[in-house]
Nanobody
Framework: VQLQASGGGLVQVGGSLRLSCAAS????????MGWFRQTPGKEREFVAG????????YSADVVRGRFTISKDRTKNTVYLQMNSLEPEDTGVYYC????????????????WGQGTQVTVSS
């Protein structure tokens, strides 16, 4: 499974960005997918996840109500819509694939994409 992330950039406080993660590979459509981030001075954290069907999602408390994860099954692509961005959201965001959302909540993943930088300026 290969994961290609895109969509990061520089945005002002309160702004929005949408990250995309395209999955490819023979079994890629059967994986739950999600986003982790590595922010300065903090441990890597799981931000949001979605199951392979797209019927169940999870968002970490720190982003709930601001970030929304979704999936286009026809494109096998997962999106992370990030609104009301804060300086604390600055970091490198990584796309991941795992057997389940619960796996990712435990910090586990089977596949990992390259990171995309998100910078929120004040």
């Amino acid at each position: 499974v290969q994961l290609q992330a895109s969509g990061g950039g520089l945005v002002q406080v309160g702004g929005s960005l949408r990250l995309s993660c395209a999955a490819s590979g023979q079994t890629s459509s059967r994986y739950s997918m999600g986003w982790f981030r590595q922010t300065p001075g903090k441990e890597r954290e799981f931000v949001a996840g979605i199951n392979w069907v797209g019927s169940s999602t999870y968002s970490a408390d720190v982003v709930r109500g601001r970030f929304t994860i979704s999936k286009d099954r026809t494109k096998n692509t997962v999106y992370l819509q990030m609104n009301s961005l804060e300086p604390e959201d600055t970091g490198v965001y990584y796309c991941a694939a795992a057997p389940s959302i619960q796996s990712m909540r435990r910090g586990l993943h089977d596949y990992w994409g390259q990171g995309t930088q998100v910078t929120v300026s004040s």
